[in-house]
């Protein structure tokens, strides 16, 4: 079987977030059947709904996997959980937030999963970190760069530097 090539969104806001966010890519490349095939640099972003909260860090990872995409979605949740996630409110801080954005060009819409991501259009912090690492990509017959162009500037992330990186056995140091 040909593994699949699926999107990550990370992001954190709490209790550390760089440092969440680059365990959590080290994390993805040891999930069953999966392996890290590429990882955006970090970014700063305002928080998407409730701003009485600290900005986020994100990132997106490319990953090839032979799981399913519920299956898929049941490691991400629980590695949310291994990072305390809490669900208090919509849009609320977290520590640790994991979005399966695109699973090969597969377009779900099941109870617990829709692929592609229902506002990957509308999120800079997805869309400038996925053109990043895939800026051949296209989201409804669109590509990455015009989405881009359609965001206000306040929609875009600042680019943060990484001064970690994967070595060849795909963790972080």
């Not at 800026?135 to 206000?152: S, V, Y």
Request: net charge positive; proline share 10%.
């Amino acid at each position: 079987m040909t593994p699949h090539r699926a999107y990550i969104g990370l992001g954190s806001n709490l209790d550390n977030p760089r440092a969440r966010v680059i365990q959590a890519l080290a994390a993805l490349n040891r999930l069953p059947l999966t392996s890290l095939a590429k990882a955006s640099q970090l970014y700063l972003s305002r928080p998407v709904g409730p701003q009485d909260q600290p900005d986020f860090i994100n990132a997106v990872a490319a990953l090839h996997t032979r799981l399913s995409p519920l299956a898929l979605l049941d490691q991400l949740q629980a590695l949310e959980q291994q990072h305390r996630r809490r669900r208090a409110r919509h849009w609320g801080p977290r520590t640790l937030d994991l979005d399966l954005l695109l699973f090969d060009t597969q377009q779900l819409a099941l109870p617990r999963l829709c692929v592609p991501h229902p506002h990957i259009q509308q999120r800079g912090f997805v869309l400038l970190p996925l053109q990043e690492i895939a800026p051949g990509l296209l989201i409804g017959q669109r590509p990455l760069h015009a989405w881009l162009a359609a965001l206000p500037p306040e929609a875009i992330p600042q680019a943060l530097p990484l001064d970690t990186h994967l070595d060849s056995g795909g963790e972080f140091r």
